[in-house]
């Protein structure tokens, strides 16, 4: 990247996971971006907070970031933490990152040559689920064949509107004049970041990173189902949003999903069961 690197903020949010929060920042420590700000939402009574603090407090990891900032959270890290954490941050990009993943190596480097190469205001990669987790074979089949099938969607959007295809919100990578533009993570316990990126498809095009560059928690059988359980349950609004904003307002990123592409647009309803969408939210 000719001239300085942009400030990317990192916004990590703890949740109440000990056992992985350690791995999880030491991910940050790893990376070749030479400008990072970093700020740690947590809980700061536990054990989590206390390897945030014995984080935030060793004078190497002051020396590696351009400002490093820790917030208590005792929400779990849902959709408002997320937006103060972003609010705190400084940064020309933001990353978020799940305090039981990790960003793997050079994540940052890559993701911010990707958005100022090719103008994306929003961008997420290939994922890698973390070894230490518990495979399913559901759940990793939904895993790879979602990101596998980007490739046969003709734009990122259409992808995303038809999956969560960035598959965890530690996956998102965009610029804070699209977070000022599309506004803050809505109010969704589980599905907040399939809604902010849908709304940011209506302003912009994705990109996808096509290397794997976050490490992905799985979650085992029975959680998976009952996470897809609960999405479900709120996709309902979320989709019925996006439908209802693609139709009845001038759209500034021109490729989103819309009928403005005809006939493939009816089809991709249809094919996506998703008629029951298009009644006003």
Same mark, same amino acid.
């Given at each position: 990247?000719?001239?300085?690197?942009?400030?990317?903020?990192?916004?990590?949010?703890?949740?109440?996971?000990?056992?992985?929060?350690?791995?999880?920042?030491?991910?940050?420590?790893?990376?070749?971006?030479?400008?990072?700000?970093?700020?740690?939402?947590? &809980?700061? %009574?536990?054990?989590? #907070?206390?390897? *945030?603090?014995?984080?935030?407090? =060793?004078? @190497?990891?002051?020396? $590696?970031?351009?400002?490093?900032?820790?917030?208590?959270?005792?929400?779990?890290?849902?959709?408002?933490?997320?937006?103060? &954490?972003? %609010?705190?941050?400084? #940064?020309?990009? *933001?990353?978020?990152?799940?305090? =039981?993943? @990790?960003?793997?190596? $050079?994540?940052?480097?890559?993701?911010?040559?990707?958005?100022?190469?090719?103008?994306?205001?929003?961008?997420?990669?290939?994922?890698?689920?973390?070894?230490? #987790?518990?495979?399913?074979?559901?759940?990793?089949?939904?895993?790879?064949?979602?990101?596998?099938?980007?490739?046969?969607?003709?734009?990122?959007?259409?992808?995303?509107?038809?999956?969560?295809?960035?598959?965890?919100?530690?996956?998102?990578?965009?610029?804070?004049?699209?977070?000022?533009?599309?506004?803050?993570?809505?109010?969704?316990?589980?599905?907040?970041?399939?809604?902010?990126?849908?709304?940011?498809?209506?302003?912009?095009?994705?990109?996808?990173?096509?290397?794997?560059?976050?490490?992905?928690?799985?979650?085992?059988?029975?959680?998976?189902?009952?996470?897809?359980?609960?999405?479900?349950?709120?996709?309902?609004?979320?989709?019925?949003?996006?439908?209802?904003?693609?139709?009845?307002?001038?759209?500034?990123?021109?490729?989103?999903?819309?009928?403005?592409?005809?006939?493939?647009?009816?089809?991709?309803?249809?094919?996506?069961?998703?008629?029951?969408?298009?009644?006003?939210?």
């Amino acid at each position: 990247m000719p001239g300085p690197s942009p400030l990317v903020s990192v916004v990590v949010l703890t949740g109440d996971d000990e056992r992985h929060v350690p791995a999880a920042l030491e991910s940050l420590t790893t990376q070749d971006y030479p400008a990072i700000e970093v700020v740690i939402a947590a &809980g700061l %009574r536990g054990r989590t #907070g206390a390897a *945030v603090r014995s984080f935030a407090d =060793d004078p @190497r990891t002051r020396a $590696r970031f351009s400002r490093l900032v820790v917030i208590d959270s005792e929400d779990g890290g849902g959709p408002e933490t997320v937006n103060r &954490g972003i %609010r705190e941050s400084r #940064g020309l990009y *933001v990353a978020l990152l799940n305090g =039981d993943e @990790r960003l793997l190596p $050079r994540r940052l480097t890559r993701m911010t040559e990707v958005c100022l190469s090719s103008g994306a205001e929003m961008a997420f990669s290939r994922v890698e689920p973390l070894p230490d #987790g518990a495979p399913a074979p559901a759940e990793l089949e939904y895993i790879y064949s979602v990101q596998d099938n980007i490739e046969f969607f003709p734009t990122v959007g259409y992808a995303l509107l038809r999956h969560q295809a960035a598959l965890s919100r530690g996956n998102l990578f965009f610029s804070r004049a699209l977070f000022e533009r599309v506004g803050p993570f809505a109010a969704f316990a589980h599905a907040h970041d399939w809604d902010f990126l849908l709304r940011s498809l209506l302003v912009s095009e994705p990109a996808f990173v096509a290397e794997p560059l976050y490490g992905l928690r799985l979650r085992g059988h029975e959680p998976f189902l009952e996470h897809q359980r609960r999405v479900a349950k709120e996709a309902d609004t979320i989709l019925r949003n996006y439908f209802f904003y693609c139709r009845t307002r001038p759209l500034a990123n021109t490729v989103a999903p819309s009928p403005a592409w005809g006939p493939f647009f009816a089809s991709f309803v249809q094919a996506s069961r998703h008629e029951s969408y298009l009644a006003k939210p």
